[in-house]
Structures are given as structure tokens and as C-alpha cells.
């Protein structure tokens, strides 16, 4: 492993109880951060807390990213128990039915926006004046291939992690001059927790996709989260950083 310097920073990663988000904490951790995992699972977060400790300070924060109050209450926590915060992922993310648009329950299309989009938003305007504040900060936006090329079956996850996208790129250009970098990954499938929510079918159409013909790691978005968090990360802001084995190179 490539060592990546976070050394004195302070880190806050949504969903960061499992999958993605796990592997970002552990590699943050393995690069002398703090870091404080944001999750709505308690069982989960106890558990991943319990795991990460020996590579360092990890804490724990129970939130609803769908509730601007939740939000600003964990900021609240966070900010009182590290003093700081240099570095927010927004990782955080549900992948809703596999239906045709004309098909999709308009409550689950909703939900889905509700967190993948509208959570991210919220987490972005609740911490970008912090990070003002004191002239610094690293937001990374897990996005995904699906926001780029649109996956059929899966319109509202597609649209959700679109606007991810252009969040990224319009919040990257309002805060380019204050040493505030915000850049989105956009991976393929990973096999994580969030495969449970797809169908084989459509798990078997994303893998298709990819010319490496296998799935992304965990382990290898964290990487590049990693460098995004980074203070090399000096001149790369409103990005867009591709992670497909391939499929899309744009």
C-alpha cells in the first residue's frame, strides 16, 4: 500500500459502517487521520468501531442523512468531540428497485433521491462553512458509473448519483478559491451490502459491462479516496475521478 499522509486531519464518512465507507475509514485511519463514522445503523457502527480501533481514534455517530436537523445535531457532536473536521466523504447510498421508469413506485424513486442526492446536498451545506472557516477542506463524493451512462432498471439510482455529479462539479467552482477541494468518484459495482438490494440479473448486466470482467474493490476506491482527501489533491477540484475497470473512460 501506497502511504497516503492525513496525518492531523479529522475525517467524516457517511454510511461509513460497511462496505465503502468501511474500507475509506480503514484506509484514512492507516494514514494517521481521525475519523468519525456517520451511519443510521447502531449495531453497525458499534461493530466497525470495535473492528478499526486498533489502527486508531474512530467514533461514532448514530444520523438520519434524510433530516437536515439529524445533520446539523451530528456536526454539532462531531465538531465538540474533534475539534475540527478537514475531510467529509459523502458515501452514503441505497439503491432502490430494479423497475422501468414507468414502473417505479414513485415513493422508492423518492427515497432514493431523498438520501443519495438530497442527503448529500445537505451534508455539503452544513459543513462548507466550517471549512471556510478555517481555509481548508477535502469533500469527496462517492458517485458511481451509473450517473454518467444512466443503468437501465435502475433510473432513480442513475439520476441520483447524475446530481451527485453536478453538485460536485458546481460546488467544486463556488469554493476553488478558498483551498476547499470537491471531487466525486465514480466506481462501478463493488460487491458490498448493497447487492442484496439488486436482482442477479442486473448484477450480472453491470459485471458485463466492466472489460476487466470483475468488480471493483472496496479497497481500491479507497486508494483513491485517500489521495482526494489529501493535501496533494492541490489542483483537482469540481472532478470527476473514473473507477470502471474500463467501462467508461471519460
Known sequence: MNQIDLSNRNAIITGGARGIGYAIAERYLKSGAQVMLWDIDTEALSKAQSQLASLGPVRTCAVNLTQ??????????????LGSVDIFVNNAGIAGPNKKVWEYPVADFQQVIDLNLIGVFMCCRAIVPHM?????????????VAGKEGNPNASAYSASKAGVIALTKSLGKELAQNNIMVNAITPAAAETDIFK????????????????????????????????????????????FDITGGRSTY
Open 68 to 81: 437536515e436537523s439529524s445533520i446539523k445535531e451530528a456536526l454539532e457532536l462531531t465538531l465538540a468531540q
Open 132 to 144: 471556510m472557516s478555517q481555509s481548508y477542506g477535502r469533500i469527496v463524493n462517492i458517485a458511481s
Open 197 to 240: 438490494q439488486l436482482t442477479p440479473e442486473f448484477i450480472g448486466y453491470m459485471k458485463s459491462k466492466i472489460p476487466m470482467n470483475r468488480f471493483v474493490l472496496v479497497d481500491e476506491i479507497a486508494a483513491m479516496a485517500a489521495w482526494l482527501a489529501s493535501e496533494d489533491c492541490s489542483f483537482s477540484t469540481g472532478a470527476v
